[in-house]
């Protein structure tokens, strides 16, 4: 839905960090890329525009700095656009697991109005009832469930952070649409995944048991164990585990799960053809997503920031561009690797983040082919 007719390579626009003189510092370069790709065609006079963020989650520090936010409400208040910021509510406990806690969590991480110049507006409301279903033609799904002030907003522009990720392999654009978009039960829809604890790794540290939002995880004896009839598939259990004794069924859950994502994202940008666009930031390119209390050491060094309308495409245009980075020293990448060398697969092993581009293209969300523009 995001290529034309002729199916050409989508147009991925590319600043670099590089400045020395007041209109090429950081900001200058966003309001660069915001006119180069074409975003003022994005937003029409009088839309309410959300710009879709994450805060990151208390003890992250690597999230999107609140000042890209700003410069990019100032190029949609330019439009004549009315810009709000805003995110989801979590599937798992934590600082943002209702709207009151998430927009606490969000001050503290600057998104503030002085800052933003908008206000903070979690789109799915205090406890993440604000739902639409929208109707969708994807394998897995008929109908998704959406945040309801996504769905009533004119148009959109979304700000991902590319990282990795535990499951995914990597958080950018398309995962930023598909979590970042849906409120708690679209969430449980996409993890479709249940965990199990090999009990040979365990060491009984309980950390498990203090992240789990439902309960699934408890001590039997001296070993954790996970009752998957409760287990909601959130991946915190994995994320926290310090042996790595949380597992799942790798060669049958992984795909589906990637499946469902990719068409939640589609979801997500449903009825707003041509009013959508993107920027992903490849500065601080860490292990994990920002949904976790801390900051590791980043992977790659620095790269810059590029925008574009089709995601599959912004999200292809970044994958590259990591890998064809050699790994920053003392990072999770314990040995390094080589320039080229897939950094996501040998992060986290058995993720599919190449689904994202093939079913991406396959149920109309992009296309992974792009021309690089340099800005």
Not at 222 to 246: F, H, Q, R, Y
Not at 284 to 313: H, K, M, Q, Y
Request: hydrophobic content about 40%; proline content about 4%.
């Amino acid at each position: 839905m995001t290529q034309d007719a002729n199916h050409e390579p989508a147009k991925v626009y590319f600043a670099d960090l590089r400045a020395r003189t007041p209109n090429r510092n950081r900001t200058a370069k966003l309001k660069k890329l915001f006119e180069a790709a074409g975003f003022d065609a994005v937003v029409a006079e009088g839309d309410l525009t959300a710009v879709k963020v994450h805060f990151g989650e208390r003890g992250c520090d690597t999230h999107i700095s609140p000042t890209y936010a700003r410069a990019v409400v100032d190029c949609i208040r330019g439009c004549g656009g009315r810009a709000f910021v805003t995110d989801t509510n979590t599937l798992y406990s934590g600082s943002r697991h209702n709207a009151a806690d998430h927009i606490a969590t969000a001050v503290e991480h600057g998104f503030d109005y002085a800052v933003l110049g908008a206000p903070v507006i979690i789109a799915d409301g205090l406890d993440s009832t604000n739902i639409l279903e929208v109707p969708i033609a994807g394998k897995h799904f008929q109908r998704v469930k959406i945040a309801g002030d996504i769905v009533r907003a004119d148009s959109m522009l979304v700000l991902s952070h590319f990282k990795g990720h535990e499951l995914a392999g990597f958080g950018g654009a398309v995962k930023n649409l598909a979590m970042g978009c849906a409120p708690r039960a679209g969430k449980q829809d996409q993890h479709c995944v249940r965990f199990v604890v090999d009990d040979k790794l365990c060491i009984g540290c309980t950390e498990c048991v203090t992240v789990c939002p439902v309960g699934a995880a408890a001590m039997v004896g001296k070993k954790a164990v996970i009752d998957k009839a409760v287990c909601i598939g959130c991946g915190e259990c994995l994320t926290v585990c310090p042996k790595k004794a949380m597992s799942i069924d790798w060669q049958t859950e992984i795909v589906p799960f990637m499946e469902r994502m990719v068409e939640y994202a589609l979801g997500a940008v449903t009825g707003k053809q041509g009013r959508v666009g993107y920027v992903n930031f490849l500065i601080n390119v860490t292990p994990d997503c920002d949904c976790v209390p801390w900051s590791d050491a980043p992977i790659v060094p620095d790269i810059g920031f590029l925008a574009a309308t089709d995601p599959v495409a912004l999200d292809k245009a970044c994958f590259d561009l990591v890998n064809a980075q050699a790994a920053c020293p003392e990072c999770k990448l314990e040995h390094g690797l080589s320039l080229g060398a897939d950094k996501f697969t040998a992060l986290w092993q058995r993720t599919r983040g190449d689904l994202t581009f093939a079913h991406g293209a396959a149920i109309g969300l992009g296309r992974p082919e792009y021309e690089l523009i340099r800005v």
